[in-house]
């Protein structure tokens, strides 16, 4: 046996990941949403609305997982209105998901729309798609 194969059999049988395997978020894990001048009340609308299998807490010191991070908006110039008729603003939004034990980044994820009809929503509801698979489901 070379000794790559025995290191990752040892970090099998240590519990420890692999390198390039991607840690996961357990279904039904107790998530705190940190304030993110106000980006967060779009977060919490789209993980309702994408029907993420996660539960939303109020206090941090409740939570498995801290979802924090950054968004910004800006609306149409004039000359995108009159040039190019686009009344959409541009929406950047970056949000990443930290295991409050470890303090490990499990998830991290950033979207740029450039031509948004739903605003923050629209980026919300990117970042939550995106998250939705980053959880692991059980087969009961």
């Known amino acids: ?33 940190s304030p993110m001048s106000g980006f967060e009340t779009y977060i919490k609308a789209a993980v309702q609305k994408k029907k993420l299998p996660l539960v939303i807490v ?49 998830f991290a994820y950033s979207v740029h729309k450039a031509s948004s009809a739903r605003g923050k929503q629209s980026s919300a509801e990117a970042c939550a798609k995106h998250l939705k698979e980053a959880i692991k489901i059980s087969n009961k």
Do not use: C, N, Y
Request: hydrophobic content about 45%; proline content about 4%; aromatic content about 6%.
């Open 58 to 106: 109020e206090q941090r010191d409740q939570a498995d997982f801290e979802i924090s991070g950054s968004a910004e908006s800006q609306k149409a110039s004039t000359a995108k209105k009159v040039i190019m008729l686009d009344w959409h603003s541009t929406e950047q939004a970056s949000v990443r998901v930290t295991d409050l034990k470890s303090s490990e980044v499990v």
């Open 1 to 33: 046996m070379t000794r790559i194969t025995k290191l990752a059999l040892l970090a099998v049988f240590a519990g420890f990941p692999l390198l390039g395997a991607s840690p996961t978020i357990p279904q039904g894990a107790k998530v705190f949403i």
